[in-house]
């Protein structure tokens, strides 16, 4: 098997994917977006930047909920999607391409990066995101996101469980995606993917493409949110249940500016 060394991701990232993002990933947001909901409640939170904000899911789920929410993304072909859909819902919501590394937006009293969007830098560069992330913040805002946990993947079989074969069929295509990954000690999540794409009754096409991830244990993201002016204040699944070293898939994790 090819080894595919980590390195941040490219603005084009999701440009093939942006088209039909929402079609496989919309419902998979509905248990983390309520969870994000009860803790900004929690701390009083009003005004909300969604660095990584893809085509908008948070955006859109806490725009409704009344919260003052700004949009950013590297990618502008996922923008576009977040665009279209804010035009059709008739919300006027300010979205703003911008590399999470470098963008400033203004004071938030909370940051979010969700869906392993950290993955897709190194450990370098993530800490650049947190400083930068801190510089977008108001005194004592927060600082929420998630990542696959490396102890929960590097156990067992566990890595298979993210082995996925969806199908979703549009007004315009039948869309199937297989996939399979791999995981080494250092945190590399290498994922393998089979993308058919069929329009009416033309032959489906074919492609193939791979990405790799930076997965952290919980440990070693407090230790990195301290380093770079981070107090964390909770560590808990996506769902808000305790978080387990060994059996919780995804961390997710809220920091305040310290």
């Known amino acids: 098997m090819k080894h595919f060394p980590h390195t941040t991701a490219q603005s084009s990232h999701y440009d093939k994917a942006a088209e039909h993002y929402d ?30 904000c893809g085509t908008g899911s948070q955006v859109f789920y806490l725009a409704k ?20 859909k804010a035009t059709k819902e008739k919300l006027d919501i300010q979205f703003i391409q911008g590399d999470m590394c470098s963008l400033q937006v203004g004071q938030f009293d909370a ?23 801190g510089n977008n913040l108001k005194k004592d805002g927060l600082y929420i996101f998630d990542i696959f946990n490396l102890s929960y993947l590097l156990e067992g079989n566990n890595i298979t469980k993210l082995t996925i074969d969806w199908q979703e069929i549009t007004q315009s295509a039948k869309i199937r995606d297989v996939q399979y990954s791999t995981i080494n000690n250092e945190g590399t999540l290498a994922s393998y993917t089979i993308h ?34 981070f107090d964390t204040v909770l560590q808990c699944d996506v769902d808000r ?7 919780t898939e995804r961390i997710l994790t809220i920091a305040r500016k310290s």
Not at 65 to 70: E, I, M, N, T
């Open 23 to 52: 079609a496989f990933n919309e419902e998979k947001s509905r248990i983390i977006n309520q969870t994000i909901l009860s803790i900004l409640k929690e701390h009083n939170v009003t005004s909300v930047l969604d660095m990584t």
């Open 65 to 84: 909920q009344g919260f003052d929410v700004v949009g950013s993304d590297i990618n502008a072909n996922m923008l576009s999607v977040a665009r279209k």
């Open 111 to 133: 940051v979010i990066t969700i869906f392993n969007a950290i993955g897709h830098l190194t450990k370098n560069d993530f800490e650049k995101a947190m400083q930068n992330i």
């Open 196 to 229: 058919s794409e069929q329009r009416g009754s033309e032959q489906p096409k074919i492609s193939e493409s791979e990405q790799t991830l930076q997965i952290y244990t919980a440990q070693q993201l407090k230790d990195m949110l301290h380093k770079n002016g």
């Open 241 to 247: 249940s305790a978080f387990d070293e060994i059996s």
